[in-house]
Protein backbone atom coordinates (compact mmCIF):
# COMPACT_ATOMS: atom_id res chain seq x y z
CA UNK A 1 0.00 0.00 0.00
CA UNK A 2 1.45 3.08 -0.92
CA UNK A 3 0.60 6.93 0.26
CA UNK A 4 -0.09 9.53 -2.01
CA UNK A 5 0.60 13.51 -2.10
CA UNK A 6 -1.49 14.19 0.78
CA UNK A 7 -0.91 10.71 2.25
CA UNK A 8 -3.94 9.29 1.23
CA UNK A 9 -3.47 5.77 0.27
CA UNK A 10 -4.67 3.86 -2.40
CA UNK A 11 -6.96 0.97 -0.88
CA UNK A 12 -8.70 5.05 0.87
CA UNK A 13 -9.03 6.51 -3.07
CA UNK A 14 -10.67 3.26 -4.27
CA UNK A 15 -13.23 3.39 -1.15
CA UNK A 16 -14.14 7.40 -2.60
CA UNK A 17 -14.33 6.20 -5.80
CA UNK A 18 -16.48 3.28 -5.50
CA UNK A 19 -18.94 5.18 -3.36
CA UNK A 20 -18.81 7.75 -5.67
CA UNK A 21 -20.21 4.89 -8.19
CA UNK A 22 -22.63 3.91 -5.83
CA UNK A 23 -24.03 7.73 -5.70
CA UNK A 24 -24.48 8.28 -9.18
CA UNK A 25 -25.70 5.37 -9.36
CA UNK A 26 -28.30 6.09 -7.01
CA UNK A 27 -28.72 9.24 -8.77
CA UNK A 28 -29.61 7.46 -12.30
CA UNK A 29 -32.04 5.00 -10.52
CA UNK A 30 -34.05 8.09 -9.44
CA UNK A 31 -34.16 9.92 -12.39
CA UNK A 32 -35.54 6.68 -14.10
CA UNK A 33 -37.98 6.38 -11.48
CA UNK A 34 -38.92 9.96 -11.72
CA UNK A 35 -39.32 10.00 -15.36
CA UNK A 36 -41.04 7.06 -15.04
CA UNK A 37 -43.43 8.44 -12.10
CA UNK A 38 -43.78 11.58 -15.04
CA UNK A 39 -44.84 9.34 -17.72
CA UNK A 40 -47.72 7.64 -15.42
CA UNK A 41 -49.03 10.86 -14.89
CA UNK A 42 -48.62 11.77 -17.95
CA UNK A 43 -50.78 8.73 -19.22
CA UNK A 44 -53.52 9.28 -16.51
CA UNK A 45 -54.20 12.81 -16.95
CA UNK A 46 -54.67 11.58 -21.18
CA UNK A 47 -56.97 8.75 -19.23
CA UNK A 48 -59.31 11.59 -17.21
CA UNK A 49 -59.28 13.95 -20.69
CA UNK A 50 -60.58 11.48 -22.61
CA UNK A 51 -63.23 10.34 -19.59
CA UNK A 52 -64.36 13.34 -19.20
CA UNK A 53 -64.69 14.22 -23.19
CA UNK A 54 -66.44 10.68 -23.06
CA UNK A 55 -68.91 11.98 -20.45
CA UNK A 56 -69.09 15.35 -22.05
CA UNK A 57 -70.20 13.83 -25.22
CA UNK A 58 -72.25 10.95 -23.30
CA UNK A 59 -74.03 14.00 -21.34
CA UNK A 60 -74.83 16.17 -24.76
CA UNK A 61 -76.16 12.36 -26.34
CA UNK A 62 -78.42 12.04 -23.34
CA UNK A 63 -79.67 15.77 -23.26
CA UNK A 64 -80.05 15.70 -26.98
CA UNK A 65 -82.12 12.42 -27.31
CA UNK A 66 -84.53 13.28 -24.72
CA UNK A 67 -85.16 17.62 -26.12
CA UNK A 68 -85.70 15.77 -29.53
CA UNK A 69 -88.41 13.17 -28.28
CA UNK A 70 -90.01 16.05 -26.34
CA UNK A 71 -89.55 18.50 -29.14
CA UNK A 72 -91.47 15.63 -31.22
CA UNK A 73 -93.74 14.90 -28.85
CA UNK A 74 -95.21 18.22 -28.29
CA UNK A 75 -95.18 19.01 -32.17
CA UNK A 76 -99.16 17.98 -32.10
CA UNK A 77 -100.53 18.14 -28.63
CA UNK A 78 -98.32 20.43 -26.64
CA UNK A 79 -96.16 23.21 -25.80
CA UNK A 80 -92.47 22.95 -25.59
CA UNK A 81 -91.89 26.29 -23.94
CA UNK A 82 -94.13 24.99 -20.80
CA UNK A 83 -92.83 21.95 -20.18
CA UNK A 84 -90.92 21.87 -16.91
CA UNK A 85 -89.28 18.62 -17.71
CA UNK A 86 -87.93 20.03 -21.02
CA UNK A 87 -86.89 23.05 -19.34
CA UNK A 88 -84.60 21.54 -16.60
CA UNK A 89 -82.93 19.54 -19.27
CA UNK A 90 -81.96 22.31 -21.35
CA UNK A 91 -80.85 24.57 -19.02
CA UNK A 92 -78.77 21.75 -17.28
CA UNK A 93 -79.97 21.65 -13.99
CA UNK A 94 -78.22 19.97 -10.96
CA UNK A 95 -77.89 19.91 -7.43
CA UNK A 96 -75.59 22.97 -7.60
CA UNK A 97 -77.71 24.37 -9.84
CA UNK A 98 -81.01 23.66 -8.91
CA UNK A 99 -82.65 26.12 -11.35
CA UNK A 100 -80.22 26.14 -14.28
CA UNK A 101 -76.59 27.59 -15.31
CA UNK A 102 -76.43 31.07 -16.12
CA UNK A 103 -75.96 31.98 -18.94
CA UNK A 104 -73.42 34.38 -20.97
CA UNK A 105 -73.95 37.95 -19.64
CA UNK A 106 -75.74 40.49 -22.21
CA UNK A 107 -74.39 43.33 -23.35
CA UNK A 108 -75.70 46.24 -21.60
CA UNK A 109 -73.06 48.94 -23.13
CA UNK A 110 -74.44 49.16 -26.37
CA UNK A 111 -76.08 52.95 -26.53
CA UNK A 112 -79.25 51.72 -26.92
CA UNK A 113 -79.16 49.90 -23.24
CA UNK A 114 -77.32 53.07 -21.87
CA UNK A 115 -79.70 54.91 -22.90
CA UNK A 116 -83.03 52.87 -21.14
CA UNK A 117 -80.47 52.41 -17.92
CA UNK A 118 -80.12 55.86 -17.48
CA UNK A 119 -84.00 56.77 -18.05
CA UNK A 120 -85.05 53.85 -15.96
CA UNK A 121 -82.63 55.49 -13.14
CA UNK A 122 -84.30 58.58 -13.51
CA UNK A 123 -87.88 57.42 -13.50
CA UNK A 124 -87.17 55.39 -10.63
CA UNK A 125 -85.57 58.32 -8.88
CA UNK A 126 -88.98 60.62 -9.39
CA UNK A 127 -91.13 57.80 -8.02
CA UNK A 128 -89.24 57.48 -5.23
CA UNK A 129 -89.36 60.98 -4.08
CA UNK A 130 -93.26 61.29 -5.34
CA UNK A 131 -93.65 57.92 -2.95
CA UNK A 132 -91.67 60.09 0.14
CA UNK A 133 -93.88 63.24 -0.24
CA UNK A 134 -97.07 61.18 -0.23
CA UNK A 135 -95.39 58.97 3.13
CA UNK A 136 -94.31 61.11 4.72
CA UNK A 137 -96.59 61.37 7.77
CA UNK A 138 -95.86 57.59 7.80
CA UNK A 139 -92.38 57.69 7.41
CA UNK A 140 -92.14 61.04 9.89
CA UNK A 141 -93.95 58.04 12.06
CA UNK A 142 -91.56 55.31 11.82
CA UNK A 143 -88.73 57.97 12.04
CA UNK A 144 -90.13 58.97 15.17
CA UNK A 145 -90.44 55.40 16.84
CA UNK A 146 -87.22 54.45 15.80
CA UNK A 147 -85.84 57.55 17.09
CA UNK A 148 -87.34 56.87 20.88
CA UNK A 149 -86.67 52.69 20.23
CA UNK A 150 -82.48 53.87 19.81
CA UNK A 151 -83.14 56.08 23.33
CA UNK A 152 -85.09 53.43 24.87
CA UNK A 153 -82.52 50.88 24.33
CA UNK A 154 -80.49 51.37 27.17
CA UNK A 155 -82.63 51.20 29.44
CA UNK A 156 -84.06 47.51 28.20
CA UNK A 157 -80.31 46.88 28.30
CA UNK A 158 -80.02 47.57 31.64
CA UNK A 159 -82.90 45.49 32.96
CA UNK A 160 -81.18 42.81 31.04
CA UNK A 161 -78.51 43.12 33.25
CA UNK A 162 -80.86 42.36 35.89
CA UNK A 163 -81.88 39.13 34.76
CA UNK A 164 -84.78 40.04 32.60
CA UNK A 165 -85.84 39.20 29.43
CA UNK A 166 -85.90 41.21 26.55
CA UNK A 167 -89.75 41.23 25.99
CA UNK A 168 -90.28 40.93 29.58
CA UNK A 169 -87.74 44.67 29.77
CA UNK A 170 -89.49 46.18 27.09
CA UNK A 171 -93.39 45.27 28.34
CA UNK A 172 -92.43 47.03 31.82
CA UNK A 173 -91.03 50.34 29.91
CA UNK A 174 -94.31 50.25 27.46
CA UNK A 175 -96.71 49.51 30.92
CA UNK A 176 -94.56 52.56 32.87
CA UNK A 177 -94.91 54.84 29.94
CA UNK A 178 -98.63 53.83 29.62
CA UNK A 179 -99.44 54.45 33.05
CA UNK A 180 -97.31 57.93 33.18
CA UNK A 181 -99.48 59.36 30.25
CA UNK A 182 -102.75 57.97 31.45
CA UNK A 183 -102.18 59.60 34.48
CA UNK A 184 -101.00 62.86 32.83
CA UNK A 185 -103.92 62.59 31.01
CA UNK A 186 -106.35 62.82 34.00
CA UNK A 187 -104.14 65.35 35.70
CA UNK A 188 -104.66 67.96 32.90
CA UNK A 189 -108.21 66.99 31.30
CA UNK A 190 -110.36 67.73 34.28
CA UNK A 191 -108.49 70.80 35.57
CA UNK A 192 -108.46 72.13 32.35
CA UNK A 193 -112.27 71.85 31.78
CA UNK A 194 -113.09 73.50 35.35
CA UNK A 195 -110.63 76.03 34.71
CA UNK A 196 -112.69 76.59 31.12
CA UNK A 197 -116.01 76.12 32.60
CA UNK A 198 -115.40 78.96 35.36
CA UNK A 199 -114.10 81.12 32.31
CA UNK A 200 -117.05 80.90 30.13
CA UNK A 201 -119.21 82.07 33.06
CA UNK A 202 -117.67 84.26 35.02
CA UNK A 203 -115.57 86.40 32.25
CA UNK A 204 -118.28 89.01 32.53
CA UNK A 205 -117.99 89.45 36.20
CA UNK A 206 -114.25 88.88 35.99
CA UNK A 207 -114.04 91.92 33.45
CA UNK A 208 -116.92 94.04 35.91
CA UNK A 209 -114.22 93.61 38.86
CA UNK A 210 -112.08 94.58 37.28
CA UNK A 211 -113.05 97.85 36.07
CA UNK A 212 -114.22 98.51 39.55
CA UNK A 213 -111.11 98.02 41.03
CA UNK A 214 -108.53 98.64 38.22
CA UNK A 215 -107.69 101.79 36.67
CA UNK A 216 -105.83 100.72 33.68
CA UNK A 217 -108.89 98.42 33.10
CA UNK A 218 -111.12 100.80 33.43
CA UNK A 219 -109.23 104.02 30.83
CA UNK A 220 -109.40 101.13 28.57
CA UNK A 221 -112.91 100.08 29.01
CA UNK A 222 -114.00 103.68 28.45
CA UNK A 223 -111.59 103.64 24.72
CA UNK A 224 -113.06 100.16 23.70
CA UNK A 225 -115.94 99.44 25.65
CA UNK A 226 -114.32 96.18 26.84
CA UNK A 227 -117.04 95.02 29.66
CA UNK A 228 -119.94 95.76 26.89
CA UNK A 229 -118.61 93.56 24.34
CA UNK A 230 -117.44 91.08 26.78
CA UNK A 231 -121.20 90.65 27.89
CA UNK A 232 -122.48 90.90 24.25
CA UNK A 233 -120.33 87.97 23.64
CA UNK A 234 -121.07 85.53 26.53
CA UNK A 235 -124.94 85.84 25.72
CA UNK A 236 -124.58 85.56 21.86
CA UNK A 237 -126.24 82.12 20.78
CA UNK A 238 -123.52 82.10 17.52
CA UNK A 239 -120.60 82.30 19.80
CA UNK A 240 -122.34 79.18 21.52
CA UNK A 241 -122.40 77.11 18.30
CA UNK A 242 -118.96 78.46 17.17
CA UNK A 243 -117.33 77.35 20.83
CA UNK A 244 -118.77 74.29 19.99
CA UNK A 245 -118.25 73.91 16.90
CA UNK A 246 -114.38 74.20 18.01
CA UNK A 247 -114.60 71.73 20.80
CA UNK A 248 -116.09 69.30 18.21
CA UNK A 249 -112.94 70.16 15.81
CA UNK A 250 -110.35 70.18 18.65
CA UNK A 251 -112.28 66.22 19.76
CA UNK A 252 -111.37 65.44 15.90
CA UNK A 253 -107.55 66.57 16.28
CA UNK A 254 -107.15 64.70 19.47
CA UNK A 255 -108.15 61.42 18.22
CA UNK A 256 -105.98 62.08 15.39
CA UNK A 257 -103.58 62.85 18.17
CA UNK A 258 -104.15 59.32 19.92
CA UNK A 259 -103.93 57.45 16.65
CA UNK A 260 -100.43 58.76 16.07
CA UNK A 261 -99.68 58.04 19.64
CA UNK A 262 -100.84 54.67 19.59
CA UNK A 263 -99.02 54.16 16.24
CA UNK A 264 -96.02 55.19 17.89
CA UNK A 265 -95.75 53.20 20.49
CA UNK A 266 -96.89 50.10 18.81
CA UNK A 267 -93.77 50.86 16.16
CA UNK A 268 -91.78 51.93 19.03
CA UNK A 269 -92.20 48.15 21.12
CA UNK A 270 -92.17 46.40 18.18
CA UNK A 271 -88.33 47.96 16.93
CA UNK A 272 -87.21 47.73 20.70
CA UNK A 273 -88.24 43.98 21.01
CA UNK A 274 -86.68 43.46 17.33
CA UNK A 275 -83.77 45.46 18.29
CA UNK A 276 -80.43 43.28 17.63
CA UNK A 277 -82.10 41.89 14.47
CA UNK A 278 -82.77 44.80 13.06
CA UNK A 279 -79.44 46.65 13.68
CA UNK A 280 -77.50 43.06 12.60
CA UNK A 281 -79.62 43.59 9.36
CA UNK A 282 -78.28 46.67 9.17
CA UNK A 283 -74.93 46.14 9.74
CA UNK A 284 -74.89 42.99 6.68
CA UNK A 285 -75.69 46.10 4.04
CA UNK A 286 -72.21 46.68 4.45
CA UNK A 287 -69.03 44.84 2.41
CA UNK A 288 -68.13 42.09 4.98
CA UNK A 289 -64.17 43.39 5.13
CA UNK A 290 -65.63 46.95 6.39
CA UNK A 291 -68.40 45.34 9.03
CA UNK A 292 -66.24 45.60 12.09
CA UNK A 293 -65.64 49.05 11.65
CA UNK A 294 -68.84 49.80 10.46
CA UNK A 295 -70.66 47.79 13.21
CA UNK A 296 -68.35 49.86 15.75
CA UNK A 297 -69.21 53.20 14.49
CA UNK A 298 -72.86 52.27 14.23
CA UNK A 299 -72.69 51.20 17.81
CA UNK A 300 -70.77 54.78 18.83
CA UNK A 301 -73.82 57.07 16.74
CA UNK A 302 -76.87 54.63 18.39
CA UNK A 303 -74.79 55.52 21.78
CA UNK A 304 -75.05 58.66 21.26
CA UNK A 305 -78.40 58.84 19.55
CA UNK A 306 -79.64 57.40 23.22
CA UNK A 307 -77.46 59.37 25.27
CA UNK A 308 -79.54 62.42 23.86
CA UNK A 309 -82.88 61.11 24.21
CA UNK A 310 -82.08 60.32 27.32
CA UNK A 311 -80.68 63.83 28.02
CA UNK A 312 -83.38 65.51 26.93
CA UNK A 313 -85.73 63.56 29.39
CA UNK A 314 -83.51 64.43 32.18
CA UNK A 315 -83.65 67.85 31.44
CA UNK A 316 -87.31 67.91 31.02
CA UNK A 317 -88.16 66.01 34.18
CA UNK A 318 -85.75 68.92 35.97
CA UNK A 319 -87.91 71.34 34.86
CA UNK A 320 -91.15 69.91 35.40
CA UNK A 321 -90.23 68.80 39.13
CA UNK A 322 -88.74 72.66 39.68
CA UNK A 323 -92.12 74.09 38.04
CA UNK A 324 -94.21 72.16 40.33
CA UNK A 325 -92.53 73.19 43.55
CA UNK A 326 -91.87 76.69 42.33
CA UNK A 327 -95.88 76.93 41.87
CA UNK A 328 -96.63 74.91 45.00
CA UNK A 329 -94.71 78.03 46.97
CA UNK A 330 -96.36 80.86 45.29
CA UNK A 331 -99.53 79.62 45.60
CA UNK A 332 -100.71 78.69 42.07
CA UNK A 333 -103.42 76.82 41.63
CA UNK A 334 -103.38 73.25 39.30
CA UNK A 335 -99.30 72.81 39.77
CA UNK A 336 -99.10 69.15 38.36
CA UNK A 337 -101.17 69.88 35.24
CA UNK A 338 -99.02 72.95 34.41
CA UNK A 339 -95.37 71.43 35.67
CA UNK A 340 -96.41 68.14 33.06
CA UNK A 341 -97.06 70.64 30.14
CA UNK A 342 -93.77 72.47 30.80
CA UNK A 343 -92.02 69.22 31.07
CA UNK A 344 -92.85 68.09 28.10
CA UNK A 345 -92.85 71.19 26.18
CA UNK A 346 -89.14 71.34 27.11
CA UNK A 347 -88.34 68.27 25.06
CA UNK A 348 -88.49 70.70 21.78
CA UNK A 349 -84.92 72.09 21.73
CA UNK A 350 -84.43 75.81 21.60
CA UNK A 351 -87.77 77.07 22.28
CA UNK A 352 -89.90 74.65 24.23
CA UNK A 353 -89.35 75.91 27.46
CA UNK A 354 -89.57 79.58 26.68
CA UNK A 355 -92.91 78.71 25.12
CA UNK A 356 -93.49 76.97 28.26
CA UNK A 357 -92.66 79.83 30.78
CA UNK A 358 -95.03 81.90 28.46
CA UNK A 359 -97.75 80.35 29.05
CA UNK A 360 -97.09 79.70 32.68
CA UNK A 361 -97.07 83.52 33.39
CA UNK A 362 -99.81 84.20 32.11
CA UNK A 363 -101.58 81.19 33.66
CA UNK A 364 -100.11 83.06 36.71
CA UNK A 365 -101.31 86.46 35.81
CA UNK A 366 -104.97 84.96 36.28
CA UNK A 367 -104.17 83.91 39.73
CA UNK A 368 -102.14 87.54 40.83
CA UNK A 369 -100.16 89.82 39.35
CA UNK A 370 -97.29 89.48 41.94
CA UNK A 371 -97.32 85.30 41.02
CA UNK A 372 -96.97 86.14 37.65
CA UNK A 373 -94.47 88.60 37.87
CA UNK A 374 -92.38 86.24 40.18
CA UNK A 375 -92.93 83.49 37.80
CA UNK A 376 -91.32 85.38 34.83
CA UNK A 377 -88.55 86.23 37.21
CA UNK A 378 -88.10 82.83 37.67
CA UNK A 379 -88.13 81.87 34.17
CA UNK A 380 -85.59 84.14 32.86
CA UNK A 381 -83.10 82.46 35.81
CA UNK A 382 -83.77 79.05 35.18
CA UNK A 383 -83.39 79.80 31.14
CA UNK A 384 -79.82 80.95 32.01
CA UNK A 385 -79.23 77.78 34.51
CA UNK A 386 -80.65 75.51 31.33
CA UNK A 387 -79.32 77.14 28.32
CA UNK A 388 -75.45 77.15 30.20
CA UNK A 389 -74.98 74.69 32.71
CA UNK A 390 -77.32 71.79 32.23
CA UNK A 391 -78.31 71.26 28.97
CA UNK A 392 -74.19 71.77 27.65
CA UNK A 393 -73.06 69.10 30.68
CA UNK A 394 -75.70 66.59 29.68
CA UNK A 395 -75.39 66.85 25.71
CA UNK A 396 -71.40 66.73 26.26
CA UNK A 397 -71.53 63.74 28.78
CA UNK A 398 -74.07 61.96 26.15
CA UNK A 399 -73.94 63.02 23.03
CA UNK A 400 -70.40 65.47 22.43
CA UNK A 401 -71.62 67.95 20.43
CA UNK A 402 -70.41 71.26 20.82
CA UNK A 403 -73.20 74.04 22.10
CA UNK A 404 -72.54 76.05 18.24
CA UNK A 405 -73.04 72.79 16.48
CA UNK A 406 -76.72 72.03 18.64
CA UNK A 407 -77.89 75.76 17.76
CA UNK A 408 -77.23 75.44 14.10
CA UNK A 409 -78.74 71.90 13.82
CA UNK A 410 -81.75 72.37 15.60
CA UNK A 411 -82.64 75.43 14.10
CA UNK A 412 -81.82 73.82 10.31
CA UNK A 413 -84.02 70.75 12.08
CA UNK A 414 -86.99 72.72 12.99
CA UNK A 415 -87.24 74.67 9.36
CA UNK A 416 -87.00 71.33 7.66
CA UNK A 417 -89.01 69.38 9.59
CA UNK A 418 -90.72 71.12 12.22
CA UNK A 419 -90.75 69.64 15.95
CA UNK A 420 -89.53 66.47 14.75
CA UNK A 421 -86.75 67.75 12.59
CA UNK A 422 -85.73 70.12 15.57
CA UNK A 423 -85.84 66.92 18.08
CA UNK A 424 -83.86 64.34 15.22
CA UNK A 425 -81.49 67.01 14.47
CA UNK A 426 -78.93 66.69 17.36
CA UNK A 427 -78.00 63.15 16.76
CA UNK A 428 -77.98 63.56 13.44
CA UNK A 429 -75.68 66.15 13.63
CA UNK A 430 -73.57 64.21 16.54
CA UNK A 431 -73.74 61.50 13.71
CA UNK A 432 -72.33 63.51 10.77
CA UNK A 433 -69.30 64.98 13.14
CA UNK A 434 -68.81 61.35 14.18
CA UNK A 435 -68.23 60.37 10.38
CA UNK A 436 -66.57 63.30 9.65
CA UNK A 437 -63.76 62.51 11.93
CA UNK A 438 -63.06 59.16 11.90
CA UNK A 439 -63.83 58.50 7.99
CA UNK A 440 -63.87 61.30 5.91
CA UNK A 441 -61.05 63.01 7.34
CA UNK A 442 -58.61 60.56 7.52
CA UNK A 443 -59.36 59.80 4.02
CA UNK A 444 -58.65 63.53 3.08
CA UNK A 445 -55.42 63.26 5.30
CA UNK A 446 -53.56 60.42 3.13
CA UNK A 447 -54.28 61.75 0.16
Known sequence: MTAG??????????????????????????????????????????????????????SQDGRAAPVEELIEKYEDDGDPLLDTTMHEIVAEVDEQHPFGVPGPPMNFRTPFWMA???????????????????????????????????????MVEWLQTHGIGRRAAVALISLGFLLFFAGAGLAVAQPIANQGSQLANGLPAEAQHLRDTNKTFRDLDKRFQLVDKINTAANDSNLKSKVT??????????????????????????????????????????????????????????????????GNLVTSIVIGVVTFVFLLIIGVPNAAPIALFVAIFD?????????????????????????????????????????????????????????????????????????????????????????????????????
Open 245 to 310: NGVIGAAGVAVNALFNFFTILILTLYFLANYPSLKRTAWRIAPRSRRPRVGLLGDEILRRVGGYVL
Open 116 to 154: ISASFGVLLVLLAAQSVVKARSVLVLIAVSAFLAIGLNP
Open 347 to 447: IIPLVGATIAGIVTVIIALFHSLPAAIATAIFYVLYQQFENYVLVPRVMKRTVDVSPLTTIIAALLGGALLGIVGALVAIPIAAAVQLITVEVLAPRQDSR
Open 5 to 58: PGGETTEDAADRAEQARDRAEQAERGAEEAEAAAEEAERGAEEAERGAERAEQG
